[in-house]
């Protein structure tokens, strides 16, 4: 078995939670390549949309940014970005759309907005994006993160996207249509909200990790859910795949770019 | 439609104090128009877009701004805007207000703006405390079923500047590939100025296609390169290394305004721009 | 996405009672998929759409609509729907409530629908008595500038047909030229089933055209010639004379009834209907 | 000089009223003719929008309906109707838009919807369709209209589209952006609004045309403006142009369809 990394694992296990057909609305970076390496696995008929508003994408790279010609190229067809936003997230035709952020609380409320109050921040993130909505309407919602007591904190300093709230049906009455955190895919493991409080608890371990390192590195008390699985680690060819995209995705970013005479 | 110079169009169009959108969602975004709004010294803008990116990082770290209305401001993929977050920090070069919304909200309001309807709405600002920071997001109720629905203010910018494939000689405007918002944002402003990649006597035919007919656009200045480092789909490939280099070169303010010197005050036009930047790489 | 014979997709997505949206602006109108619904007896309908024009004069003639909602019922450059009025005018063969709207009103609440969003609103229904005739056409205010704005209730279709050039294997629908509010339309349905000219492996490639991918589209049926006697842009052009001699056929209920028998009713499909109309030239 | 047929001088009358590179929202009939007309003569530059979301259409032949396939083969671009809509007529883009009517009163209002009460109408009409938009959102309005005492009312039975509404300014009040109408072309000559009541008064008479038959013509008391003048009569290039016109297009709409094998 190949030696793998905690970052490609991230990629691995996001990519095994999609389905053949499914429709994802998908953010730069780790989500990016966790929905390309299901295309390219066990997923072939997975539909990618870009916020940029190319619908079933194929690229054949990783784009850098979320409109990358490449993600034109290779579209079905590429509409205004206002009609991504109305027509298909909003009208709830979204399956799963993927989420970062700088912090996360144990509801899976985000925030990328600041660090410290808004009106004088210490850090000043670059914003909502198209997260707040995503978080909203999309069927459910795949959050992305490494963890840290910094990143994973037991209260947002500003909440940008909506996870459950604070839990206990609480996102159901707020007009948030898409079922809210599936899964936080992180870099010891998964968590998933537990029924009724609605609590991300630990209910995945990578091979390799433990419930220890979980919790030293959330930075509320962790709970771990009862039927907790440890997952396979990667295969040869989720491995050998995600590898060849990624270096595939250095070659073609690495060529200058010719203005036209 | 009058067809100028950059100079000329942006001298004409883009006053002191003025609302300005330089639209562009990482696809054919009008960098040559904003080193020319820095060339030109311009002041006290109102800056909209929904992803301000280098050019806007630019452009605040050169004093234009007095206020930014978006939706993301980072460099895609690769962190933070230094000037942006310096001003928004620290107030430096100058205080930045803050008009900040999601991307499906300025749609919505850019939307608004094309269609002249005072606000735009969307099942949006569910559960985020951008509605308590940012007084323009309120809501509406539905005189029908009585549900509340998120709404924000119509964006009818003074003047829209667009980079596009190409234009016609009567000032027709055709561009395709990821469009984002800039035909809304176009069709909002008071003046639309589109700087393009060439000019042709008749564009392609396409029967459905993307176009800004002659008669909403304000000017037209012809600029081949108009969107580098940016790019424009079927001319030039977006230069994802640059983006990356951008980093180290705007994150002290020293760097930059050194970079900016050079690079931007210290050339005439777009065409000295990318010959300085050969000279650099 | 399902690929299937028009009779069976009418079966299994147009039933009794139902909303049905068969869009279409002169161009591209379902025609085929409206003589399956008169042929496989659809009662009580609720027919939406912006212009009705023959096929639902067709539609209300025999009996299938209870309600419609509309814009502009009429033979374009011709003159009345003559069983739309019989409907409206003396309750024949069935009484025909109507929610009447305009152009843009109906556009509106197309957009709000394929948005979910619970009502469109537009600057319209300015000094019309089409506001007291309609309690579904409101007002909201602006809750930035106080102003009053138009407001009509989304329209969401239980199933929305409409006629396209082509589509792929996949199911993912190309259409091209006068395009309505065909898009906005489908998207606003529960279920979308389309018709198409001819089913290709791949469609031509055209980044910005307009396409409904296959995981919006309900069904898709292969019926060539299936907006006839209206058109499909690049496969035929619309009978002008057809629209034309419908005024006679359809001036009374008989002569309408005996045609109605023996072009849609006594034929088995399209097919057969454009035969039967050959032999009648 | 050519003889001439009233009809032929209504189109002309109104051709004569565009200006070249004006942007004119076209209806079928009357006004398409008038607008093609002035496109082949005077006003080569003109924009002819239909509401099909054709925009700049240079149609050879006229079409029979809103939407016929010359219009999309032959525009600059075809946007969705809604977009028409919005962001061209709603949006104050269109300099003059053209308006037909079963029944006009004195402030220029139309009816096209029923005559008759609404609920039990003794005759149906098509109804609104763009109308009641068009005639608030244009800058200016050109009705065309054959007069008789049952189309030129002194009260509407349905106001399906705003004029001048009771005139003496009530349309400024009204939410209607556009300058409302500024000329009803009839068979006889030419209405336009007087300057304080609005109300429609005659200012232009066709050659031939008298005033008493104009008055006999119209169901109110019609005013007739001081300054009246008499219309030159269509030249030989404005009746051949016109006439050539018809005729590409009943040669055109003589083809039989043939469908596709």
Known sequence: MTAWTRDEMMTVAAARLLWDGCVCFVGIGLPSAACNLARLT????????????????????????????????????VVPLPEIFAYYLQAGRVDVGFLGAAQVDRFGNLNSTVIGPYESPSTRLPGAGGAPEIAAHARQTFVMLKATPRSFVPALDFRTSAGFLEGHGSRALSGARGGGPRAVITDFGILTPAAVSQELELSALFAGATAEEARAAVGWPLLVAEEGETLAPPSDVEVSTLRALHARTREAHSHPVRLPA | ????????????????????????????????????????????????????????????????????T?????????????????????????????????????????????????????????????????????????????????????????????????????????????????????????????????????????????????????????????????????????????????DAISRDRTGFQAWMERHVLGTADHREFLASLQGAA
């Open chain 1, 42 to 77: 066990h997923a072939p008929g997975i539909v990618l949309i870009y916020e940029s508003g190319t619908i079933g994408t194929r690229p054949d790279v990783l784009p850098l940014s979320i409109g990358d010609g490449e993600l034109a190229d290779t579209a079905s067809c």
């Open chain 2, 1 to 68: 439609m009058q067809l100028l110079s950059l100079r000329e169009a942006i001298a004409e169009y883009v006053t002191d104090g003025a609302c300005v959108a330089l639209e562009g969602f990482t696809h054919l975004i009008p960098f040559a128009a904003g080193h020319e709004i820095i060339r030109q010294g311009r002041r006290d803008l109102h800056l909209v877009r929904m992803t301000p990116d280098l050019v806007y990082d630019q452009m605040i770290g050169m004093g234009c701004a007095r206020r930014l």
């Open chain 2, 70 to 246: 978006f939706s993301w401001g980072g460099n895609p993929g690769v962190g933070s805007l230094h000037r942006l977050r310096e001003a928004v920090e620290r107030g430096r070069p100058k205080p930045l207000e803050l008009d900040e919304h999601t991307h499906a909200g300025m749609a919505a309001a850019y939307c608004a703006g094309a269609a002249r309807l005072p606000f735009g709405m969307l099942r949006g600002y569910i559960g985020t405390d951008l509605v308590a920071a940012n007084p323009r997001i309120r809501s509406v109720e539905c005189p029908f079923t009585g549900e509340r629905i998120a709404a924000v203010p119509a964006l009818n910018p003074d003047v829209t500047v667009l980079h596009a494939q190409r234009a016609d000689r009567q000032g027709n405007v055709a561009l395709h590939g990821i469009v984002g918002a800039q035909r809304e944002a176009g069709l909002a402003a008071r003046a639309l100025v589109v700087t393009v990649e060439e000019i042709v006597d008749t564009l392609p035919p396409a029967m459905n296609s993307i176009v800004l007919p002659h008669w909403v656009v304000s000017a037209v200045a012809h600029c081949p390169g108009g969107a580098y480092p940016a790019y424009a789909q079927g001319c030039y490939g977006r230069d994802n290394s640059f983006y990356q280099r951008w």
